[in-house]
């Protein structure tokens, strides 16, 4: 049984993290969705939204898992039994961040290694980020996120 987490902010999901799911899941028996927990930031949805959303948009594939965790990824990895980290590469600035975690973790947990997937390039503009400005400033969302997300947000207010 070949387990792999996917972790991330997810705040919010977009068309490039769901891409990356669908193609991570073909890979692997089982998939699990991680909402990584950062008590330091100030997110625009609660852990438990971002959970629901993400369960709500990966439905249809059975063997992903969502879930949320507080703490080291690795130990999370340890407890799920997991031996593959999944992370997806949009650019150079990416690979500038990715690295460094991936290393570390290979430090601190010897046997679980991190595949990096490419962005489709349809999506490798489209970040969490500028999501929030975009929202932030009123414009519309329509065409990074998917479709319950848009509406879950523009609900929102
Ligand atoms: P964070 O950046 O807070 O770790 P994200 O949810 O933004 O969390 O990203 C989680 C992972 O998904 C990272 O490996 C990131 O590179 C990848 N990712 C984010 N956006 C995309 C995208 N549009 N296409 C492919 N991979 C992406």
Redesign the pocket.
């Known amino acids: 049984m070949r387990r792999a987490i996917y972790a ?3 705040d919010p999901v ?1 068309l ?2 769901v ?2 799911i669908e193609r991570g899941a073909r890979l692997v028996d089982e998939l699990v969705v991680c909402v990584a927990v950062n008590p330091s930031k100030s997110p625009l949805l609660a852990v438990a939204d971002r959970v629901a959303l993400l369960e709500d948009v990966t439905s249809a594939i059975d063997s992903v898992r969502v879930t949320s965790h507080e703490g080291l990824i690795v130990d999370f990895a340890r407890a799920e039994g997991a031996t593959v980290l999944l ?4 650019d150079g600035g ?1 690979f500038r961040d ?1 690295m460094p975690m991936a290393l570390t973790n290979r430090e601190l947990a010897a046997g679980l290694e991190t595949v990096f997937l490419c ?1 489709d390039p349809r ?2 503009f ?3 980020r500028l999501i929030k400005e975009v929202l932030h400033g009123g414009g519309n969302i329509r065409a990074f996120v998917p479709e319950v997300v848009a509406n879950r947000l523009e609900v929102r207010g």
């Open positions: 991330g902010s997810f977009t490039g993290h891409d990356l992370r997806g590469l949009r990416d990715e962005a999506y490798s489209i970040s969490s």
